[in-house]
C-alpha cells in the first residue's frame, strides 16, 4: 500500500539544519496496524506527518497505492490524502463551536457529497461509536475518551483506507485508552490499515508490527527482524 | 496614585512597543477629534452664541412669508411700511435692502474700484443697539427719497481706504460717480455678512441710506428685510398674535399682495422669528448635517479602534489572568486597560485640537454657502477636545476591556496563553465592526448620493457655448448711468475698443448672463397679460447669441438698425414661444412688458439657456435690443444688476489688461467688477453641491478606509487565534480555497449584515441631502427631488465600494488563513 524509500526530512534554524527522519525505508501493506515507538524528537509524528500528506518538505521517494507522492503537487497530495486517509489527533483537536454530528461531518463537507447522503452517513457513524445521544452536545460537554471517539469517528467517516493516530490515548486514562484501542482493532479487523504513534507499550500490543524510532533513524521494525540503526 | 501613573508608564511602554499600532490610532483619533472640534467651533460659534448685539434676545426679523417656510425676514417695501406704521409690539423696526450690491467707489487718484454696498433704514442701527464709532447715523432727511447722499463706512474700509483718517466725518467720497458725504464709521465690532449673490457671502464695506419709497422699482417685491426690537414687557409670542392680526388688515388695504400664492396656493402672513434664527436659518440645516458628518465619522474612527483595541486586549488575557491571580481587582485591571486608551485619546486629542485651528478658516475660506459671521468662543474648542478625548476613551476603551474582565482568570491560565476567541469575545469584535460598517455605510451613501446629484447638476447643458468664452462685468449705476444714452454709449465704447483686440472673435453685452441674475416682472403677449406672472428680461446687444452660441431657432438676431427709433423688437425664448404661441409660430406675434408698456414684436425664438440655476427649469424669457431700452427700464436695470460682456476668444489670450484699457477709456470711474470665464460662472452655480459632495466623499473615504484597516485587524487577529483550527481543517480535508473562503465568507458576513443595517438607516439619507441642497441649489419652484441623482443608484455604488474595500482588506489575511501549515498549526501537542 505505501513505500517509503529514503525519506529523509530536517528543520532549518539560521544556519543549523536538525535531522528529524534520515533515510527511512519502509512498506506498509493493506490491513497491517503499525506501532510506531520510540523516544520524544525521534521523528513520531513527522514521519506521521508525511504518511498523512500534511508535510511536503521531504525528500526521498514515497509511494501510495502506487501513485508516485513525490510527482504530485500540493492539490493533488491534498486530494489524496482526503479520497484515503484518516487522522486521530492526540488532544482531539474537535472544533469548540461545533456539536458532536457537525465535527463529523466535517470531513465529508469538504467534499462533493449531497447533504442527505452526508446526513445519512453521520447517523450511521453515531450509531457505530455508540453515541447517537451526543450528537448535539459541544465537545466541551464531553469527557476525553468521548470527545477522543469523535475523533475517531470524524477521521473514519469517509472510509479511508488508511488511519493515523498520533498519540491517541495521550490524554486518556487506562479505562478509556482500553475503549479506543479496542475500536482500533476493530476497525483493523475490517480492513482498516492503522498507523499509530504511541509510547505505551500496553497500546502497541494492539498493533501487528511496531517500529522504533531513534533520532530520526528507523532502530528496529518487528516485521524485519531487525534491530539497530539502518544505513 | 503611584498605581494611576505606574499604570500610565506601563501604558506609554506598551505603546511604544507597538508603533505600527500607536500610530494608526493616534491618527484616527487625531483626524476624528479634529474634525469634529473643527466642525463643533464653527457650529457653536454660529449657532448657539449669542447676537452681537446689546440685549440681542430682544431683536426678531418680522417676514412677509408663507407658511412653513424656514425662519426669515423677508419684506415686500409695501408690507414693510404697514408694518411699520401699525405695529405697537415694536420699541424700533429696521429695514435693509435683500443682500448686499456691488458699487464703484472712486479714489482720489482716480482709481475706482468695486466695493460691497447695503442699504438701509435709519432704525436699522439703532434697532440692533449698534452706534457708530465716529459720526452719527443717518438722518430722517437723508433717509428720504432724494435726500441729501450720505454714507456710513465700514470699520475694515476706513481703515483700507482712507488709512484710519479720524477726521473723515463731512468729507466726500466718489461713489457711482456721484459725491457722498461721509456721515460715520461703523464699529470694528460689527462684521456683518450678508448674500451679495445667491450662494455668495460677501462683507459689508458701506450701508447707504434705504431711502424706501413706493416709487423704487423693487418696491412691490419681496426685496427688503425687516428686523425689530420687541417692546419691553412684550413678548414673541404677543408680538406674533399682534402681527397675525395685521395680516387681515394688510390685505385689506393692499388686495395686490393677497394674490401672491405659493404652490400650495397658500397666501403670506406676518411672522416672526427671534432674530438669532433667522440669522442662522440659512446655514443651520448644512452646519447640523456636517456636524452630524463628523461624529458619525468619529464614532466610525472610535468603533475601528474599539475593534482593534478588543484584538490587542485579546492579546493581553493571560497577562490580566496572571494579575489578577496575584491580586488585581477588577478595578484595577480596568484601570489598566483604560489607561492605554486615555493617554490614545489625549494624543489623539492634542492633535486634534491643534487640526482643528488649521482646518477652521480653510473651512471658512472654502465653505461656499454665506456662514453668518462668527463668535468667538474661547476655551470653548479646547474643552470640547477634552470631552471628545474622554469620551472616545469610553467607547473605544471600556468596550474591550470589559470583556477581557468578564473571563475566568483560571482559565486563561491553565490554557498556557494559547487559548481561542470565546464566543463572547468573538461576537464583541464582530458587532463593533457591524455597526462600523452601518455608520460607514450610511455616510458612504450620503457621499455617493451627493456625488450623483453634483454631476447629474453638472451634466445638465447650460445652453451656452463656454469654450474660449470670457465674461467681464461692470456695475453702471448712479444718476449717470440712470438713462438709455449714456449706458449705451458706454456700451459701445467698450465693445468698439475690444472689438479690433488680437485674439477677440465675437463680443456683445447683456444685463443679465445665464446662471448670474436678471430682472423679472410680469408681462406676456398682448391681450394676454399675467403681472403676477414671471418672465425673465435681459437686455442685449447685437450678436450676443452668437457670441454665446445660443441658437435662433427662428426669426432673426438683433441687428444694429433695432435702435430707439425703429420699430420695438423682441426676441423670445424657446419656452417662451411654446407656451404663449404652442404650435404655432411666434415671429411676428407681440407682447407687452407690462398694461401700459409698447407692444414689442417678436423678431426671433431662440434656444433655452438656464437664467439662474442649471436645477431649474427653462424659463420664459425676453431679449430685448439695449439700443431700444428705455430711460427708466435702464435706471432700474442698472441700478439693481450689473451688465456684462460677453468676449468669445479665438484662442486662449490674456484679455485682463485690454478689457481694463477699453473700459476705462470709456469711464475712469468705472472698474471692471469681475472678469472670469463663462465656465467658472457656471462652476460657480454649482459650487455648494459640489463642495458638499467633496465634503462627503472626504468623509466617506476616510471612514471606508478606517473599516478597511478595522477589518483587516479583526480577521488577522481571528486568523491568527484560530490557527489550530485551519490546522484541523486542513488535516481533515479542507483544501486551502476553502479555508480562504471561509475567512472572506466570514468577512462577508459581517460586512452584509452591516450593510443590511446602514440600507436601512440610509433611507432617510436623500431626505436630509435634498433639506441641505435646497437652501443652495435654485429650482425655480421644482421639487429639489428632481435635481438628487437616483437613491438607489447611490446606494448600489456605495454597497459596492464597501464589499469591494472589504474584500480587499480581508483577502490578505484570508491568504494567509490559507498558507497555514498543518503541522505547525498543530504543532502545540
Redesign the interface.
Known amino acids: 500500500m505505501i513505500e517509503l524509500k529514503n525519506i529523509e526530512r530536517s528543520y532549518k534554524a539560521g544556519y543549523t539544519e536538525t535531522w528529524v527522519l534520515r533515510r527511512i525505508n519502509l512498506t506498509i501493506r493493506e490491513g497491517e496496524f503499525i506501532t510506531v515507538m520510540g523516544p520524544s524528537g525521534a521523528g513520531k509524528s513527522t514521519l506521521l506527518n508525511v504518511l498523512a500528506m500534511l508535510d511536503d518538505q521531504w525528500r526521498g521517494e514515497f509511494i501510495f497505492d502506487g501513485s508516485l507522492v513525490q510527482t504530485m503537487n500540493r492539490k493533488q497530495r491534498a486530494e489524496l490524502a482526503r479520497q484515503r486517509i484518516g487522522m486521530v489527533f492526540q488532544s482531539y483537536h474537535l472544533l469548540d463551536d461545533l456539536t458532536v454530528a457537525e465535527n463529523i461531518d466535517l470531513p465529508l463537507s469538504y467534499k462533493n457529497i449531497p447533504r442527505a447522503e452526508r446526513q445519512a452517513l453521520v447517523a450511521d457513524t453515531l450509531d457505530r461509536f455508540n453515541i447517537v445521544g451526543k450528537k448535539d452536545l459541544f465537545p466541551s460537554q464531553l469527557s476525553g475518551g468521548q470527545q477522543q471517539l469523535v475523533g475517531i469517528a470524524r477521521a473514519v467517516i469517509h472510509k479511508p483506507a488508511l488511519l493515523l493516530a498520533d498519540e491517541p490515548t495521550g490524554n486518556l486514562h487506562s479505562a478509556q485508552a482500553k475503549e479506543i484501542m479496542e475500536m482500533f482493532r476493530q476497525l483493523n479487523d475490517e480492513g482498516t490499515t492503522i498507523v499509530q504513534v504511541t509510547h505505551s507499550e500496553v497500546n502497541a500490543q494492539y498493533g501487528t508490527r511496531t517500529i522504533e524510532l531513534r533520532d530520526g533513524w528507523m532502530y528496529s521494525d518487528t516485521a524485519a527482524k531487525t534491530t539497530g540503526v539502518q544505513s | 496614585m503611584n498605581g494611576l501613573i505606574q499604570d500610565i508608564q506601563y501604558a506609554l511602554r506598551q505603546l511604544r512597543k507597538a508603533p505600527g499600532f500607536t500610530l494608526t490610532a493616534v491618527l484616527t483619533l487625531a483626524l476624528g477629534i479634529g474634525a469634529t472640534t473643527a466642525m463643533y467651533h464653527v457650529v457653536q460659534g454660529v449657532l448657539l452664541a449669542p447676537l452681537p448685539y446689546p440685549a440681542a434676545d430682544r431683536l426678531v426679523g418680522v417676514a412677509f412669508t408663507f407658511p412653513q417656510e424656514k425662519p426669515n425676514s423677508e419684506q415686500a417695501g409695501g408690507s414693510a411700511d404697514f408694518l411699520k406704521d401699525h405695529n405697537k409690539s415694536f420699541v424700533s423696526v429696521g429695514i435693509s435692502v435683500d443682500g448686499t450690491s456691488g458699487v464703484n467707489l472712486a479714489t482720489g487718484d482716480g482709481h475706482a474700484f468695486q466695493i460691497a454696498s447695503m442699504k438701509i433704514d435709519r432704525g436699522y442701527f439703532p434697532t440692533l443697539g449698534v452706534q457708530p464709532m465716529l459720526g452719527r447715523n443717518f438722518s430722517a432727511e437723508e433717509d428720504h427719497a432724494n435726500g441729501p447722499k450720505a454714507v456710513l463706512l465700514s470699520y475694515l474700509l476706513w481703515k483700507r481706504e482712507f488709512n484710519g483718517d479720524k477726521n473723515i466725518v463731512n468729507k466726500i467720497v466718489r461713489i457711482n460717480e456721484e459725491s457722498y458725504t461721509v456721515v460715520g464709521v461703523m464699529p470694528a465690532s460689527l462684521e456683518v455678512a450678508s448674500e451679495s449673490a445667491p450662494g455668495v457671502a460677501s462683507t459689508v464695506d458701506i450701508w447707504q441710506p434705504l431711502q424706501l419709497s413706493v416709487k423704487d422699482p423693487g418696491y412691490a417685491g419681496d426685496n427688503y428685510n425687516m428686523v425689530a426690537r420687541l417692546r419691553d414687557g412684550v413678548s414673541i409670542t404677543q408680538a406674533q398674535q399682534e402681527l397675525s392680526t395685521l395680516t387681515p388688515a394688510f390685505f385689506k388695504e393692499f388686495p395686490f399682495y393677497e394674490r401672491w400664492t405659493n404652490s400650495a396656493k397658500a397666501t403670506r402672513r406676518f411672522q416672526a422669528w427671534p432674530l438669532q434664527q433667522v440669522v442662522v436659518s440659512g446655514a443651520q440645516t448644512s452646519l447640523l448635517t456636517m456636524m452630524a458628518a463628523v461624529l458619525a465619522v468619529l464614532l466610525v474612527a472610535c468603533l475601528n479602534l474599539a475593534v482593534l483595541m478588543t484584538a490587542r486586549t485579546w492579546r493581553r488575557t493571560r497577562e490580566m489572568a496572571i494579575r489578577s491571580a496575584l491580586g488585581a481587582s477588577r478595578k484595577n485591571l480596568l484601570r489598566l486597560l483604560m489607561c492605554e486608551s486615555l493617554v490614545l485619546a489625549l494624543v489623539g486629542g492634542a492633535l486634534g485640537l491643534i487640526l482643528s485651528r488649521l482646518a477652521v478658516p480653510l473651512l471658512l475660506r472654502t465653505v461656499p454657502i454665506p456662514i453668518p459671521p462668527m463668535q468667538s468662543s474661547g476655551w470653548l474648542p479646547a474643552g470640547f477636545t477634552l470631552l471628545m478625548a474622554c469620551l472616545t476613551t469610553l467607547i473605544f476603551g471600556l468596550l474591550p476591556g470589559w470583556s477581557v474582565l468578564r473571563r475566568d482568570a483560571g482559565y486563561a491560565l491553565q490554557s498556557g496563553g494559547q487559548v ?1 476567541i470565546s ?1 463572547h469575545q468573538a461576537k464583541m469584535g464582530d458587532r463593533l465592526m457591524i455597526v462600523q460598517v452601518a455608520v460607514a455605510m450610511v455616510l458612504l451613501s450620503a457621499s455617493s448620493l451627493l456625488l450623483g446629484s453634483f454631476l447629474k447638476l453638472r451634466s445638465v447643458s447650460s445652453g451656452v457655448m463656454t469654450e474660449h468664452l470670457t465674461v467681464a462685468q461692470v456695475t453702471l449705476k448712479g444718476n449717470a448711468y440712470a438713462n438709455a444714452l449714456h449706458t449705451n454709449q458706454f456700451i459701445d465704447k467698450v465693445l468698439d475698443g475690444l472689438k479690433q483686440y488680437p485674439g477677440v472673435q465675437r463680443i456683445a453685452a447683456v444685463n443679465g448672463l445665464p446662471l448670474d441674475r436678471g430682472l423679472n416682472f410680469g408681462g406676456g403677449p398682448v391681450g394676454h397679460l399675467d403681472t403676477a406672472g414671471h418672465m425673465e428680461f435681459r437686455a442685449v446687444t447685437p450678436g450676443y447669441f452668437q457670441t454665446m452660441g445660443i441658437p435662433v431657432l427662428s426669426g432673426r438676431d438683433v441687428e444694429e438698425d433695432d435702435n430707439i427709433t425703429s420699430v420695438p423688437v423682441v426676441l423670445i425664448s424657446k419656452t417662451a414661444a411654446q407656451k404663449w404661441w404652442p404650435g404655432r409660430s411666434a415671429i411676428g406675434e407681440e407682447v407687452q412688458l407690462g398694461k401700459n408698456a409698447p407692444a414689442l414684436r417678436v423678431i426671433g425664438v431662440v434656444a433655452d439657456t438656464h437664467s439662474r440655476s442649471l436645477a431649474e427649469s427653462p424659463q420664459v424669457m425676453i431679449y430685448v435690443p439695449f439700443a431700444q431700452v428705455s430711460d427708466h427700464l435702464m435706471k432700474v436695470i442698472n441700478g439693481w444688476f450689473p451688465t456684462t460682456f460677453a468676449i468669445r476668444l479665438s484662442r486662449n489670450v490674456d484679455i485682463a489688461a485690454a478689457v481694463q484699457r477699453a473700459v476705462t477709456s470709456a469711464d475712469p470711474e468705472i472698474p471692471v467688477a469681475k472678469l472670469t470665464t463663462m465656465q467658472t460662472v457656471i462652476d460657480r452655480s454649482v459650487a455648494a453641491p459640489r463642495f458638499f459632495s467633496y465634503l462627503a466623499a472626504g468623509f466617506a473615504g476616510f471612514s471606508l478606509l478606517l473599516t478597511m484597516i478595522g477589518l483587516f485587524g479583526l480577521m488577522s487577529y481571528q486568523v491568527t487565534q484560530r490557527t ?2 485551519i ?10 480555497t ?1 479555508i480562504l473562503l471561509m475567512v472572506l465568507r466570514r468577512s462577508m458576513l459581517l460586512i452584509a449584515i452591516g450593510l443590511t443595517i446602514g440600507a436601512i438607516a440610509s433611507l432617510t439619507v436623500p431626505r436630509l441631502i435634498g433639506s441641505v441642497l435646497e437652501d443652495y441649489v435654485f429650482t425655480g419652484g421644482r421639487s429639489i427631488s428632481t435635481v438628487l441623482s437616483s437613491g438607489t443608484i447611490a446606494f448600489i455604488a456605495a454597497a459596492s465600494a464597501m464589499l469591494l474595500a472589504a474584500f480587499a482588506a480581508s483577502y490578505l489575511p484570508a491568504r494567509r488563513a490559507a498558507s497555514i ?3 505547525e498549526a ?1 504543532r ?2
Open positions: 481561542g464566543t489550530r483550527e490546522g484541523v481543517r486542513l488535516a481533515v480535508g479542507a483544501d486551502r476553502q501549515e498543518p503541522t498543530l502545540t501537542e
